[in-house]
């Protein structure tokens, strides 16, 4: 599975976007692009995934480039329960996949 | 639903003992089931995955006579950590992969197991 490269930390303002990005430059044909969530000492909490086409779902909106080799996961309108450790992951969406973890970025929404 | 539970929540064993957790699916079949450590401030680590009936298949470095894993039915895995020692403390979280509530084939998270020996 290829890797992703993530900024180790951000902050945000509540209210505002988040808007965080992930390179995966290796990502090859068949690996979508999964994001989760860690809030601290849960389990992690599954948000949106995409293969080429931008997504949206009721928790945030998944930006892919066309070449695949770069995503931006927004968070519209960042509230303080939004602050957690976003973990963005490419995986190969068959039986084989496994979500490996790399190290992520920690997300702080401020008042 | 896509519930996924884990039991205990938190355990405190003496070094030496043999512990055992349980993961799992509330309200939907887990094909497969995957097993995670997480140490302070670290990620999560792949330690082990097991489909239903199979064996489970273990991460370079792990020790499959250390950290048994049983995957006897679709809603239920077993974690057992043998012979304990406090190096072995840690955030244990299960993941189990099957249809989830929202029509989508998705791998859902426990919330984790703090294992803590003394």
């Known amino acids: 599975d290829a890797k992703t490269t993530q900024p180790t930390s951000m902050d945000c303002a509540e209210g505002r976007a988040a808007n965080l990005p992930c390179n995966h430059s290796t990502i090859s044909g068949n690996e979508y692009v999964y994001w989760y969530r860690q809030i601290h000492s849960q389990g992690p909490q599954y948000i949106i995934h995409g293969l080429k086409n931008n997504e949206t779902n009721e928790m945030a909106s998944l930006i892919i480039t066309e070449d695949r080799k770069s995503s931006t996961l927004i968070l519209p309108h960042a509230t303080l329960r939004d602050t957690a450790v976003y973990y963005c992951?490419?995986?190969?969406?068959?039986?084989?996949?496994?979500?490996?973890f790399g190290q992520g970025t920690e997300l702080s929404v401020k008042p | 639903g896509a519930v996924v539970s884990q039991h205990p929540s938190r355990v405190i064993c003496k070094s030496g003992t043999s512990v055992k957790i349980e993961c799992r699916s509330l309200d939907f079949q887990a094909t497969t089931m995957f097993w995670y450590r997480q140490f302070p401030k670290q990620s999560l680590m792949l330690m082990a995955t097991?489909?239903?009936?199979?064996?489970?298949?273990?991460e370079q470095g792990v020790e499959k006579d250390k950290f048994l894993i049983n995957h006897a039915s679709l809603t239920l895995s077993t974690l057992t950590v043998t012979s304990a020692h406090p190096e072995d403390s840690s955030f244990y979280i299960c993941s189990a992969r099957g249809w989830g509530g929202q029509g989508s084939y998705e791998q859902y998270f426990g919330p984790g197991t703090r294992l803590t020996v003394t």
């Open positions: 097991s489909n239903e009936g199979s064996k489970a298949t273990y």
């Open positions: 992951i490419v995986r190969r969406n068959n039986q084989g996949g496994k979500l490996i």
